[in-house]
Structure formats: C-alpha cells, structure tokens
C-alpha cells in the first residue's frame, strides 16, 4: 500500500504546480544629490542644477518661468501561486503585491533661471522588497 | 521505516532535476543614437552656436517623434507628456537609453530584473542662438 501512496502523493504534488515570482523594475537614475543640501531659494540658479543634478526628465515653460522634473522610477512586485494547470486550470490560492514608487523633484525657476522654489519626495525608500 | 528510506534516493532525484530544469533569459535593448562625448567638453557657454551643436549631435530629438522610452514613462505616470517634446525651440535635447533585463526561471520561483537607463543631453540656447547652459548626464554607464 505505502509503495503506492508515495508515488501518487509526489504525483499530486507536481499536479497542483506552485511557484512564487519576484521582479524588480528600475527606470531613470537616482536623483543625485540632496536638493536640500544643495538648493538655495533665490540663489542656485539654472546651470547650477544643470551640473549637479543633470539633464531633467521633463521641462514645462511657464509664463512667469520654466519647471524642472525629474524622476527615477522603481517597481517591485512578488507573486506566489498554488494551481492546477493541467485538467481543470484551477487558481487555488493566488497572492500578489505590487509596489511602484518614485523619488520625484520638481524645480520652479523666475524668468531670470534663478532657483524661486522646489519640491522634493523620496518615495523609494517606502518600498519594502517582499 | 526501510520502506519509507528506500524511496528517499527517488525523492532527492526528482529535486535535483527540478533544480536542474532551468532557464535563464537575458535582453538587450538599444534605442537612439549615442551621443558622442568628446564633444561635449567642446561645449562652450557664450560661444558654441546652435549649428555648431547641431552639426556635432545631429538633428535634436525635441524635432523627431517622441521616442518609446518616453511613451512608457507617460503610460507609467512617471512623466505625462513625452519628456522632450517641448514647445520652444531653444532647448535642443539628445537621448540615448538602454535597457537590460535579466530573468532566472526555475520550476517553483521566477526573478526576474529590468533597468532602463539613459544617456540625456539638453542644451540651452539663447536668442542669439549661442548655447546659454547644458547638462550631461551618462547613465548608461549604471548598467552593469
């Protein structure tokens, strides 16, 4: 009897086929240097970002100045699934986390390229990597 | 007891093939051209003209279609609106990107990692058509 059950139960358990997924999406670089550090109301100007924060993702032109933005991007996901591919493709337990978070800085400039204020948000250090 | 030791060997084989029966997937992904970067220490604020950029990186890419980067970054709501397209023609904007995805696949467990990095130019020009600011920045070089 036991020369059968083991058989059939590994049998059972390559039917009901599970598996976990974990990707990992990175897009854009890292933010360079602390804006706090870096950034001074009415005294950076322009080219200063240009060279300590480089080229930015997006340019906006207001009418009273131009916006700069910039974006590094991350997406974590993990998912674990227990199902039955082959006779009735049955989903039996199915559990997904999905995670997209970005640092983000916006720079608002006065008609003369001169730094008049800024926003900035570290949401990558929010992701948890499961 | 010796009945359930006999079976070990066989249970240990199908681990070990299951182990064995795997896939590795690598991808990569080049789009625009690269921008030469000689040149760019050539790039003079105050004296570098627009033609002189033009004709050293080509044609700026705020005059071509928005590239595919840029369309998944708007579709992604990291950016709503293609990033180089801008409205004035004195910002000239030059991008090169990259993108590596790895994926390991076994039976029970997948990872799987994608990087997309760019190399970004943007020039600055003023209404004498003479380069006013720029960056660089060479991301690609964060790809491993």
């Given at each position: 009897m036991s020369c059968v059950r083991l058989p059939a139960l590994l049998v059972l358990a390559m039917t009901l086929a599970w598996g976990c997924s974990i990707g990992r999406t990175y897009i854009g670089s890292e933010i360079r240097s602390d804006p706090r550090e870096k950034i001074q109301i009415g005294l950076t100007n322009k080219s200063d970002i240009l060279s300590i924060?480089?080229?930015?993702e997006r340019i906006t032109s207001q009418f009273d100045g131009d916006i700069f933005v910039y974006a590094y991007y991350r997406k974590n996901s993990s998912k674990f699934v227990i199902e039955e591919?082959?006779?009735?493709?049955?989903?039996?337990f199915s559990y997904a986390r999905i995670q997209e978070k970005k640092d983000h800085l916006v720079i608002l400039f006065d008609k003369d390229g001169v730094v008049k204020n800024y926003a900035y948000q570290r949401g990558i250090k929010e992701l948890s990597p499961f | 007891m010796n009945m359930t030791l006999r079976y070990i060997p066989r249970v240990l084989g199908v681990l070990f093939l299951s182990v064995l029966m795997t896939g590795c997937i690598v991808g990569r992904y080049y789009e625009g051209s690269t921008i030469p970067e000689e040149k760019i220490k050539e790039i003079k604020p105050g004296i570098t003209t627009k033609e002189e950029i033009i004709s050293w990186f080509?044609?700026?890419?705020?005059?071509l279609t928005p590239t595919i980067f840029n369309q998944i970054l708007r579709e992604l709501d990291v950016?709503?609106?293609?990033?180089?397209?801008?409205?004035?023609?004195n910002i000239l904007s030059y991008q090169y990107n990259r993108g590596n995805v790895r994926a390991v696949v076994l039976i029970l467990f997948n990872y799987i990692e994608g990087k997309v990095k760019s190399d970004h130019l943007v020039v600055f020009v003023d209404e004498n058509d003479k380069v006013q600011y720029y960056g660089f920045y060479k991301g690609t070089d964060e790809l491993r």
């Open positions: 924060f480089g080229p930015p591919p082959y006779f009735t493709n049955l989903t039996i | 080509g044609p700026p890419q705020n005059y950016t709503r609106e293609p990033v180089n397209y801008y409205p004035f023609a």
